[in-house]
């Protein structure tokens, strides 16, 4: 049950549990029929008594009561146990009093409202928790190590600081180390991010779930094989989710004090009333006093609004996994974006084409094309889409970590990187392409350099757009990414973003959200699972497109459907409004209290009056939280 209304605990709902109850339709939800069934006895004993049937309503009524209080009061009492006092409670306490003063009626009433509300919490607040442990799949379960001059197959989990690692083509690295022997590219898209691969030679470190695209490498282990960066993004994204579980919502922020409180007051009407020597009146008047205080509307204000506003927002590809996350989500004033997947397309493309004299674009990629065909190698693929042409091309070698070479039309073409091959004539040229944010890749023809290509993982459509448009809402932006400044800073400055911290690795990211949220609320955008620690440190985590890493739609609080980031703004326009709806519900149900308490204290309106007064307050609060179901269009075209 949830914890804003006091009567469960959220954290004992947990895996495979919540994903079965996410699954499962309404009408085969317990915790869904319960409260429908105890307003269908309610709205039978209303008919039975409106025919005159008093008993068969007043049966049906204590039906609909103790199914409604089933949902909320075993919870309550817990609680009550543990030194903790919720809504739950003084509910618990209004409907026994109702009872008490022979108001059968209006306490089937109270727990109907209430159970019904905590339903609609609830599911507000289910999510879908997926297998972070998902993240350690990235880990093989073996790997291949010297011993002896020998090579020998050990569990992963057995690895220690110092071994030898052997890492094979194709092969992961099972634990974080430094590369002693052979040179290769590493897909390390898994940890950074980063969609185009990093060359790697002896000394260079390592991380754990990083692929071997191309030649053998001897790494040594720099960490174990149970306490390596993997482990660390597991145990940095639990921890913060933990964290962020704890944070008390705005309806529990305002029940701490009003329980108690209006607990106090009817302990002392009750007590001075016995004093005074006509008990019978003022208990009746302390039992009544505890109804009036019942937060009935407010109980309701902040669940329907949540759930419309989540619902809502559903239609527009927002998908919002809690009520405790919509309410943070209005409050946020600083957005924090991953670069690759995010910002970026996630799919690199030839941007740029410099050629000596002689030679035309065409040849060029014609010519590189032919043999990255042959290559698994990520920027093949994009100079392949870019080329008009592939020819055919013979006798083509690859060397690890540097580049590949062949015979295309009798001449002999090399294509590889800059520390690799002599750039030549164009050296201040590709300079400048490098300071563009493109990866670079030299073109030799019969060993002269006759063409540089530039390949650069491109914006998304849109971004300075959606950029201009948060800071007119208010809201700063920074960019994190795990990729080198130079490429970093171009794509900002393209984007419209002066704030930009590269070369970050996962717990990095993390450090720089809580660093950023000491100023105000934040948020964190991404995709990956190199994401997951900063997703989850934010006040609000949002995983940018359905299709993301499990780790990132885990850690998240959000998560959009698509990768159109004019979402992103639309978002927090709908988070705001429907923040503001929330706060009108809880003034107006705390006004309702404030007003009835002196009125029930003093005898100016009796118990069944009170109930009336709160069921205007609930209609009222209803029809105001409907509007959070509005959406507004789109303002971009």
């Not at 302990?267 to 005074?276: F, K, R």
């Not at 490098?434 to 030299?442: D, K, S, Y």
């Not at 849109?462 to 795990?482: D, F, K, N, S, W």
Request: proline share 4%; net charge negative.
């Amino acid at each position: 049950m949830s914890a804003a209304c006091g009567c469960g605990d959220p954290e004992t709902i947990v895996g495979e549990a919540a994903e079965q109850e996410h699954e499962r339709p309404w009408w085969r939800d317990r915790e869904i029929m319960i409260p429908v069934c105890s307003g269908v006895a309610l709205g039978i004993g209303l008919a039975l008594e409106w025919t005159g049937a008093e008993t068969p309503a007043l049966v049906v009524f204590w039906i609909g009561l103790l199914l409604g209080a089933s949902t909320f009061t075993p919870g309550a009492i817990r609680k009550l146990f543990k030194g903790k006092l919720g809504i739950s409670l003084l509910m618990t306490i209004s409907a026994v009093g109702a009872v008490i003063l022979g108001y059968v009626e209006e306490a089937a009433a109270l727990a109907f409202l209430y159970s019904i509300a905590e339903a609609l919490e609830d599911k507000a607040m289910d999510r879908a928790r997926v297998g972070l442990r998902a993240l350690l799949s990235l880990v093989p379960e073996t790997s291949t190590i010297r011993r002896g001059g020998e090579s020998v197959e050990i569990a992963a989990e057995d690895l220690t600081i110092g071994h030898l690692m052997l890492i094979r083509p194709g092969e992961r690295i099972a634990t974080d180390g430094i590369v002693r022997t052979g040179r290769s590219s590493l897909d390390t898209s898994a940890i950074t991010g980063e969609s185009i691969p990093v060359e790697v030679e002896p000394g260079d470190a390592v991380s754990a779930g990083a692929i071997n695209t191309a030649g053998a490498l001897e790494v040594e282990a720099s960490a174990a094989g149970t306490d390596n960066s993997l482990t660390t993004i597991v145990e940095l994204v639990e921890r913060a989710q933990t964290e962020k579980g704890n944070r008390a919502r705005l309806a529990d922020r305002i029940a701490r004090p009003l329980v108690p409180g209006v607990l106090i007051l009817a302990a002392l009407v009750a007590v001075i009333g016995a004093l005074l020597g006509v008990p019978q009146l003022w208990i009746t008047r302390a039992l009544v006093v505890l109804v009036a205080a019942s937060p009935c509307a407010l109980a309701i204000a902040v669940p329907l609004t949540v759930v419309a506003a989540i619902g809502s927002a559903s239609k527009f590809g927002v998908i919002i996994k809690s009520g405790a996350a919509f309410e943070r989500f209005g409050t946020i004033r600083h957005v924090a974006l991953d670069k690759t997947g995010t910002l970026t397309r996630n799919e690199p493309t030839v941007t740029a084409v410099l050629t000596a004299d002689g030679v035309t674009e065409a040849q060029v990629l014609a010519w590189a094309a032919a043999l990255e065909q042959h290559s698994t190698h990520p920027l093949a693929s994009a100079i392949t889409a870019a080329a008009p042409g592939v020819p055919a091309a013979e006798d083509v070698t690859e060397q690890a970590g540097h580049g590949v070479e062949g015979t295309v039309d009798g001449a002999r073409i090399t294509v590889g990187s800059p520390r690799w091959l002599d750039s030549g004539m164009l050296g201040d040229q590709i300079t400048g392409l490098e300071e563009q944010g493109m990866t670079v890749v030299i073109v030799h023809r019969d060993d002269v350099p006759v063409a540089a290509i530039g390949v650069r993982d491109e914006l998304r459509p849109g971004v300075r757009e959606v950029v201009h448009t948060l800071a007119a809402q208010g809201i700063g932006v920074t960019m994190l990414t795990g990729d080198n400044p130079r490429t970093a800073r171009a794509l900002a400055a393209q984007a419209g973003i002066g704030d930009v911290r590269a070369e970050l690795r996962p717990e990095d990211k993390a450090a720089a959200i809580r660093e950023l949220g000491r100023k105000g609320a934040v948020a964190m955008i991404g995709d990956g699972i190199n994401d997951a620690p900063a997703l989850a440190a934010a006040d609000v985590g949002i995983a940018m497109g359905a299709t993301g890493s499990d780790a990132a739609i885990e850690s998240a609080d959000l998560a959009f459907t698509g990768h159109d980031l004019h979402l992103i703004p639309r978002a927090f326009d709908h988070a705001r409004r429907g923040r503001r709806i929330i706060n009108q519900n809880i003034i107006l149900s705390l006004l309702i209290i404030t007003a009835l308490l002196p009125l029930a204290l003093f005898g100016v309106l009796g118990l069944a009056a009170v109930v009336f007064v709160h069921e205007i307050a609930e209609v009222i609060v209803i029809l105001n939280g409907l509007r959070a179901a509005r959406t507004r269009k789109e303002q971009h075209t």
